[in-house]
C-alpha cells in the first residue's frame, strides 16, 4: 500500500480534528482517496509520511513561489528567532516590510498587516464601507475572498467542491448585502449598480481568478469595473491574495495596467508563515484605527519572524531581474507540452494560465467563468490527479484549484512532470 502511514495519520487525526485536517481542501473530499501527510519539502519536492517524495505544485496553495524552505529566508527566520517570537509592540521591520512593498508596487499609498487572507479581505470591505458609508458590496461567483461571512456566497476554492457554495452559519442579514455577479460579465455588474444606485460600498474580485480554476479576466473586464466603480463612487477592491506578487511584483495591478483603490495580499507575502495585508490609497487607510474610526486589530499582526520571512521573500524576488521571467516562461512550457501530449491522446482539455498559475480543465474548449468551470470533466481530472500522485507529481486535489509553479520546478522536474503525463491511461 503507497499511502499506508498517511492512511493511519489521517484516521488518527480524525478522531481529534473535524474531517482530520485544518482546511477542507486538504481532506482529498474532491478528488477521493486518502489525504497524503507531507512531512518535509525542500526546492521543488514534498516528502510524505511514508518517505515518497513528489514534485510539488501547490506549494503551499501560493507561499513558496522560490519553492521550499529557501536557504536565505531559513537563515533569516533562525536569526530572527534568536531575538525572540513575537511583542506585541512596534517593530522596525514592520516599517521596512511596508516601505518596501509600496515602493515597488503601483497604486499604494499605506498598509496594514493581518495573519491571513481571510482576515485582508474581511477588514478591506469593512473599511471600503466605513469610506463609502454604504452597505452593498459585489463579488463574482466562483471567487474565494476567504471564509468570512459576507464572502461565502457562491463561493469558490473548497466550497465549491462542497456541493453548496453558499455555506449553513451565514444569516440572512449579511448575505442581503452580497450581490453576485457572472466573472467576466461587465454588464451585470452594471445593472447591479443600476438596480442598487448609491448602495454599494465596493465591488472585489480576483483580479485572475484561481479559486474556480485559473479563469483569466477577458474584454478588458477589470478596465471595465475600475470604470464603473469610478460612475458610482465605488472602492474597486483587487483581491491579489493569489496573484499579488505572483503576476508580477506588483501583481494584477501592474500585469494588467488597472489602478485598485484597495488591494489585499496574502500567500507569496508571507514567504511560508502566516501573513495576509491590505493597502490601498491614502483618504481610505486613514478610516482606520487609530487614525480613523473603521476598527482593525491583530494580537500577532505584524508578527517579527513571520515579517522576516515576508520580507527575504519579496527581496529575494525583486533583486533577480529574471524571476518572473523565468518561472512564467517554465509554466508556458508546461501549458505547451501538456496541451501536445493531450491532443495526441485525443482528450479534449484548456489550459488556463498567466504567469506561473494554471489549471487544466477536461472536456470543455474554453473556460470564463464558474458554470464553465463546473462544466469541464472533474471526474476525469480526479483520475489524472491520482494516477500522477502514485507518479510522484503532487497537483492541487481538485479541478477547481490553480497549480503554482515555483521557481525551483526546472527542466528536469518539467520533464519527470511531462512522462508521468505521456502514461496517463483515461479509459
Ligand atoms: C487564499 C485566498 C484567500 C484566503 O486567504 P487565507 O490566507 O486562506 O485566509 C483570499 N483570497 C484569495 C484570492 C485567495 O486565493
Not at 525583486?318 to 512550457?333: C, G, L, P, Q, W
Not at 470533466?377 to 483520475?383: G, I
Request: charged share 20%; glycine share 10%; aromatic share 10%.
Amino acid at each position: 500500500m503507497l499511502y499506508q502511514r498517511s492512511s493511519a495519520l489521517f484516521t488518527e487525526a480524525q478522531k481529534y480534528i473535524p474531517g482530520g485536517v485544518n482546511s477542507p481542501v486538504r481532506a482529498f473530499k474532491s478528488v477521493g482517496g486518502v489525504p497524503v501527510f507531507i512531512k518535509s519539502a525542500k526546492g521543488a519536492y514534498l516528502t510524505d509520511a511514508d518517505d515518497r517524495k513528489y514534485i510539488d505544485y501547490i506549494n503551499s496553495w501560493g507561499p513558496a513561489i522560490l519553492g521550499h524552505t529557501h536557504p536565505q529566508v531559513l537563515e533569516d527566520i533562525k536569526m530572527q528567532a534568536e531575538k525572540g517570537f513575537s511583542f506585541g509592540t512596534p517593530t522596525e521591520i514592520e516599517t521596512e516590510i511596508a516601505k518596501f512593498i509600496i515602493e515597488n508596487v503601483p497604486n499604494v499609498d499605506q498598509i496594514r498587516m493581518v495573519s491571513s487572507g481571510t482576515e485582508a479581505c474581511m477588514s478591506a470591505i469593512r473599511v471600503a464601507r466605513g469610506f463609502t458609508g454604504r452597505d452593498k458590496i459585489i463579488k463574482f461567483e466562483g471567487c474565494y475572498h476567504g471564509h468570512s461571512d459576507s464572502f461565502l456566497i457562491k463561493a469558490g476554492s473548497g466550497a465549491a467542491t462542497f456541493g453548496n457554495p453558499n455555506s449553513p452559519g451565514v444569516t440572512a442579514g449579511t448575505a442581503k448585502d452580497t450581490l453576485l455577479a457572472r466573472y467576466n460579465d461587465a454588464d451585470q455588474v452594471a445593472d447591479l449598480f443600476r438596480l442598487n444606485e448609491g448602495e454599494i460600498a465596493a465591488v472585489i474580485v480576483e483580479p485572475v481568478a484561481g479559486n474556480m480554476g485559473c479563469v483569466l479576466p477577458e474584454n478588458d473586464f477589470l478596465q471595465k469595473l475600475r470604470k464603473l466603480c469610478d460612475e458610482n463612487g465605488a472602492v474597486l477592491i483587487f483581491d491579489e491574495v493569489m496573484t499579488g506578487f505572483r503576476l508580477a511584483f506588483g501583481g494584477a495591478q501592474e500585469a494588467y495596467g488597472v489602478k485598485a483603490d484597495l488591494v489585499t495580499y496574502g500567500k507569496v507575502i508571507g514567504g511560508g508563515l502566516p501573513v495576509g495585508a491590505f493597502a490601498g490609497r491614502q483618504e481610505i487607510m486613514d478610516c482606520l484605527a487609530p487614525k480613523g474610526a473603521v476598527y482593525q486589530a491583530g494580537t500577532l499582526s505584524g508578527n517579527p519572524l513571520a515579517m522576516r520571512a515576508g520580507l527575504t521573500t519579496l527581496q529575494l524576488i525583486k533583486n533577480d531581474a529574471s524571476f518572473y521571467e523565468r518561472i512564467n516562461k517554465n509554466t508556458e512550457m508546461l501549458d505547451f507540452e501538456i496541451g501536445k501530449i493531450l491532443n495526441e491522446k485525443g482528450i479534449s482539455h484548456c489550459i488556463n494560465r498567466k504567469g506561473s498559475m494554471m489549471s487544466l480543465f477536461f472536456h470543455i474548449t474554453s473556460v470564463s467563468n464558474f458554470d464553465e468551470a463546473a462544466k469541464a470533466n472533474h471526474s476525469l481530472f480526479n483520475k489524472f490527479f491520482h494516477q500522477l500522485l502514485e507518479s510522484g507529481i503532487y497537483l492541487p486535489p481538485s479541478g477547481y484549484e490553480t497549480w503554482f509553479i515555483s521557481d525551483a520546478i526546472k527542466s528536469e522536474e518539467i520533464d519527470r512532470t511531462l512522462a508521468a503525463i505521456r502514461k496517463f491511461e483515461y479509459s
